[in-house]
């Protein structure tokens, strides 16, 4: 009996992981891709393109976003830190930089993550991890520097991450009203006169 729940629940945890790769594709350069097509509010193109640098710059700061190169469209890029484990417990092994293209046509929006590099981090004089200074590699193309299971674990990893900036974006666009006024009842804090008594 241990033996058949032990088997399901590795079955059930490596279904979950799957389900976060199947998020990352390959594209035209073979390259790990994150691509999602989704429709976008009736809101005209320009509208959607300030509203969606309104949310990068509120909610992901770290994202360098380019000036546009053409009208209906945010560049950028950004890094994750990846754990060994989870988030909670588990120790930082290195970062991922990407590459994060948006584009608006046709009532229609595309999100596109690529061009995943990573960066092992190590421990520094003062216990703390840090980049290895030269260490770049492309996550399709490691030269067996990962392990299948690093590699397994960093691929859900990221495609946690960009699920979780799509889920969030798309929230964003659909009601961008409700969302500042979240934002601003969040920011409302009472203030008190400790000079005057």
């Not at 990068?56 to 990846?82: D, E, F, Q, R, W």
């Not at 417990?89 to 990573?118: M, P, Q």
């Amino acid at each position: 009996m241990k033996i058949f729940c032990i088997t399901v629940l590795l079955l059930f945890i490596s279904f979950l992981s799957f389900a976060q790769k199947a998020l990352l594709v390959f594209n035209e350069q073979n390259r790990y891709t994150y691509y999602q097509v989704k429709n976008a509010p009736s809101a005209g193109n320009d509208t959607l393109t300030i509203q969606a640098a309104q949310f990068i710059k509120k909610n992901y700061p770290k994202i360098i976003s380019n000036k546009a190169t053409k009208a209906n469209n945010i560049t950028g890029t950004g890094n994750v830190v990846l754990f060994k484990g989870n988030a909670t417990i588990g120790r930082e092994e290195g970062a991922v930089c990407y590459k994060l293209s948006i584009d608006f046509k046709d009532r229609k929006y595309r999100l596109i993550f690529t061009d995943f590099i990573f960066t092992p981090y190590q421990r520094n004089r003062y216990g703390v991890f840090v980049p290895k200074s030269g260490v770049e590699m492309p996550l399709e193309n490691n030269n067996n520097r990962l392990t299948k299971i690093q590699q397994s674990t960093y691929l859900d990893q990221i495609g946690a991450y960009c699920t979780a900036f799509d889920k969030q974006l798309a929230q964003h666009l659909a009601n961008p009203a409700v969302q500042e006024k979240h934002g601003q009842d969040r920011q409302e804090v009472k203030r008190v006169s400790t000079k005057e008594w």
